[in-house]
Structures are given as structure tokens and as C-alpha cells.
């Protein structure tokens, strides 16, 4: 059996390229990939060529363990099936369907303790969507939302859309999705939203402000930024009222625009938080570690609407299709999976 791996060659460039894996080693497993899915966000940028060269890839993940530079792996979202294992390995892991933050590529060979478990009942398309969940999580977990409080929520695309369905089970005043594409914001709804609007109608929700039906666009608690875009950063700073806080999720790499920080941002007091899934907030770590989050994300996967998520799943060796997929900006294109025969 020939194995296969992506490459990120150059920008908006890639290829699949035929590598060796090998038997595993005494204390490892050897995994047969069934699904990855791709990371419009993250992903898109290292396409791109948006990131920072020089940047390390990932310092958390053994498998991401160089730069952004020219030619890469990168990927972090593949479940499948374990082949085989080595000497020093429980044997009944064979067979087990399992999830790694690996690249995009037909197998791979990892330890125990680099893989998730998944349920017998988890589809290899449902366990590759594990770390939108997680991240998801994260974000929450960072938001901290309170009783009562007008959340809004900047993007619509797959973590966003976990996120809503996460925030949905919150007892908030409202829950209101911002995104420019219809199907998202329709997808929004059904995740939970109270509302959903696009971003060209924000000032004058804004200018209504307080007390007004359009309060949580003028006076909202809480703001999760979420889009890829900066200047939804600028945005969610419109939306919110004094005393109020922006949770940034996105990673915009080396995009740049002007954010008004001279106004309502420094006067009203607003609070800008980084969520960042690498890490668990300095805040939280008395109780909360890698994995209580991951067991708390697992618990949640299975309650996502993946068949409403994924819109397209694209053969492992056509992979340059989804990429060019994602580049276009394909208003009916969420989560895009890679499948492995």
C-alpha cells in the first residue's frame, strides 16, 4: 500500500505527494486515516501565504513540530481506524476508531497517548470536526457568559457555528450571529441563534444603543469575534456597551486593517481577550487542563449537526479542489472534509 501525504507547496499551491510511513515502532500505533477536515480559517491563511514564515507551526503538537515556511505539512483534524501496533501495545487498540492532531495524509504512526478514543458510534466525519469543538469550548470557556447577558457573535463558519450552538444552551437575553453569507446565517439560526444580521446593517443598530429593541447590537455584555476578518474586531468594538468585553478568536495572521481604538474602546473601558486553543487560560488552570476540556468536548460532539456543517466531502487526492473550494470564498462551502478510501 502506497501512503500519501498534502504538502502546502507555495502560495495557493498544493500537492499530494507519495511518502513511506512504515511499520510502527515498539510503543506505537499505526492509523489508517478515514477522514480530516480542513481548517478554513487556519488553513486558508498557511495557503495563502499569510502567516508569518518564520512562525512555529504549532509547539503544542508533536506532529506540527516545524515552521509556516514553504514546503509543509500542516492539517490537525483526522480520525480513522488503527491498523496496527507495535510490540509494547495494548493489541486491543486494533480496529479502535481514534482521532490525532495530525496532517492530512493517508496513515500515520503516533502513541497512545497522541490519540482520542472515539465512540464506536462516531463517524470518521463527525470525529474529525473534534477540534472545532474543541476550540469552541475554549472560546466559551474564556467568554465566561453570565445569566441574562446579549451576547453577539462576529462569523458564522464552523467554529462559530459551534460556538452558537454552544452559547444557545446558555439562559442569555439574546444570542445574535453576524455574518455577510445567507446560508450561514440560516445555519445560525439552527444552531440557536435568537438572530442573526449581516455586518452592513451594525450602525444603526448601533446608534439605537441602549434600551432600544436593537440593545444587543448597541449595548451588548459580550462580543465574540470569530470572522478571520480584523476589521469585525472594529465592529464587535460598536457593539458593545461600557464595561463591556470582545473575545477574539480568530487568527488573522499577516492581515491588517485600521481598528478604532481611540474613541468608545479607551473611554468605555472594553476588554479584548485572546482565545487561543493551544493553551487553557492562566485564569482557569486551578481546575481545568487539556484533558478536561477534551473530555468536555467529546461529550459535546456528538450533539453538533454535522450533516448540516459539512457541505462538501472532496476524495483525499483531489484535495487541491477543496483548497481552491475554500479560496473562492464559496458561499455554500462550510466545513469541507477530505476522505480517504
Known sequence: MTDAALYFTGPETVEVRETSVGPPEADELL?????????????????RDQTPGDLPADETLDALDG????????????????RAVGADVDPDWVGRSVFSFVPHQTSFRTTPDAVVALAPETTPAVGSLLPSVETATNIV??????????????????????????????????????????R?????????????????????????????SDAALGDADLAVELSGQPSALDDAIGVVGYDARIVVGS?????????????????????????????????LRGRWDRERRMDAALERLDRVPADELITHRIPFERAAEAYELLDSESEEAVQVILEYS
Request: glycine content about 12%.
Open 31 to 47: 492509523v489508517d486515516t478515514r477522514a480530516s477536515a480542513i481548517s478554513a480559517g487556519t488553513e486558508l491563511l498557511v495557503y
Open 67 to 82: 515552521d509556516l515556511s514553504y514546503p509543509l505539512q500542516y492539517g490537525y483534524a483526522a480520525s480513522g481506524v488503527v
Open 141 to 182: 470557556l474564556d467568554a465566561a457568559p453570565r445569566l441574562g447577558e446579549r451576547v453577539v457573535v462576529f462569523g458564522a463558519g464552523v467554529i462559530g457555528l459551534c460556538v452558537t450552538r454552544l452559547l444557545a444552551g446558555f439562559p442569555l437575553e439574546s444570542l445574535v450571529v453576524v455574518d455577510p453569507v445567507e
Open 184 to 212: 450561514r446565517r440560516t445555519l445560525a439560526a439552527a444552531f440557536g441563534a435568537d438572530r442573526t444580521t449581516t455586518p452592513g446593517t451594525l450602525d444603526d443598530a448601533a446608534d439605537a444603543g441602549v434600551g432600544s
Open 251 to 283: 487568527w488573522y495572521g499577516t492581515k491588517r486593517e485600521p481598528i478604532g481604538l481611540g474613541g468608545r474602546f479607551h473611554r468605555d473601558r472594553i476588554d479584548i481577550v485572546s482565545s487561543q486553543v493551544s493553551t487553557i487560560s492562566p485564569e
